[in-house]
């Protein structure tokens, strides 16, 4: 995408970004749908890493999406997966660890590429990277980059309380969305009023919208204008059809982000749409023309090579 084309989405998210409560503008095909680097971009560097959110930063992501757990003894940091032994050298839960032995832990072990000769290589073996703290990541993104922070682990109530702490010294809630895949998160935000506004819509409520268009051409209760709302652009899911005797099941990859879904979407005004995992050519155009407002992809290297390559105003079905 030509930077003359980014220049107005780009200086309207900035801008909205100095006061919390405000939305940035929905693109359409003449204003490409936001890059938001998932993880830092997990294709191209160790994820939620440091080092992860400089790659994203410098091949021109939009927006960091980044996941938040919280230390055994309070300290909100970068990582995913449920063990430790998933990603770094080491094992055990977050919840399990204070955040200084975490610091000794390398986030990038199990990092790896195939090179030309087709062995596997694993670089940061020799070149550590560490485990950051939200702290530490907020200070390393630019103050007009959006941030959204993916709430994992529970209890709730702890991890959003320390997440608050840090927002509220950073000064970092007018340039944060917070999302989580638990509806506890919804409802321990909603004790900050900073949050409010800040907040995606809970993964129940968009799930449930878009299964009521694909399935029964029904629009339930479209969000708020400017509310974010977030789903997978294609998703493996199970059919499962009760009957008296049992039940069956058919699996099937739904693409439910349709014509008919923006519409419903859009029946309040125009909400902010994020399709997750819209990580190629073909769903990143589609993507586009739909008018979502940002894709989450894992190689912003790539996106960003893709979205450079379409002519503005883009031609759609």
Not at 39 to 57: F, K, S, V
Not at 106 to 126: E, M, V
Not at 148 to 165: G, I, S, T
Not at 272 to 277: P, S, V
Request: net charge neutral.
């Amino acid at each position: 995408m030509p930077l003359r084309s980014r220049i107005p989405l780009l200086i309207a998210l900035a801008a909205c970004t100095a006061a919390a409560g405000c939305t940035a503008p929905t693109p359409h095909p003449s204003s490409l749908p936001m890059i938001v680097a998932h993880r830092g971009g997990t294709a191209d560097y160790p994820e939620n890493t440091l080092i992860a959110i400089e790659g994203a930063l410098h091949h021109r992501a939009d927006a960091i999406w980044l996941t938040v757990q919280l230390t055994r003894d309070g300290v909100p940091v970068l990582y995913r997966p449920v063990d430790l032994s998933t990603n770094t050298d080491g094992k055990g839960t977050i919840a399990s660890r204070d955040y200084a032995e975490l610091e000794r832990l390398n986030a990038g072990w199990h990092f790896a590429f195939t090179d030309a000769s087709g062995a596997k290589r694993y670089p940061y073996r020799d070149h550590p990277v560490r485990i950051p703290s939200l702290a530490e990541a907020l200070r390393a993104i630019p103050p007009g980059v959006p941030v959204m922070l993916d709430m994992k682990a529970l209890p709730a109530a702890p991890q959003a309380a320390a997440v608050a702490r840090v927002l509220d010294d950073k000064n970092a809630w007018p340039r944060v969305l917070l999302y989580s895949t638990d509806a506890a998160y919804q409802q321990a935000f909603a004790a900050y009023p900073q949050a409010r506004s800040r907040m995606f819509e809970s993964r129940d409520a968009t799930r449930a919208r878009l299964a009521a268009v694909a399935l029964e051409a029904t629009c339930e209760d479209a969000p708020p204008a400017g509310t974010w709302t977030a789903f997978e652009y294609a998703r493996k899911m199970e059919l499962v059809e009760a009957f008296t005797l049992g039940e069956a099941r058919s699996p099937v990859t739904a693409k439910l982000w349709t014509p008919a879904a923006m519409r419903c979407f859009r029946e309040k005004g125009e909400p902010n749409i994020l399709a997750i995992g819209a990580d190629d050519d073909e769903s990143y155009r589609a993507a586009a023309c739909l008018g979502v407002t940002a894709v989450l992809v894992d190689s912003p290297r790539t996106m960003q090579a893709i979205r450079s390559s379409l002519e503005i105003p883009l031609q759609c079905p």
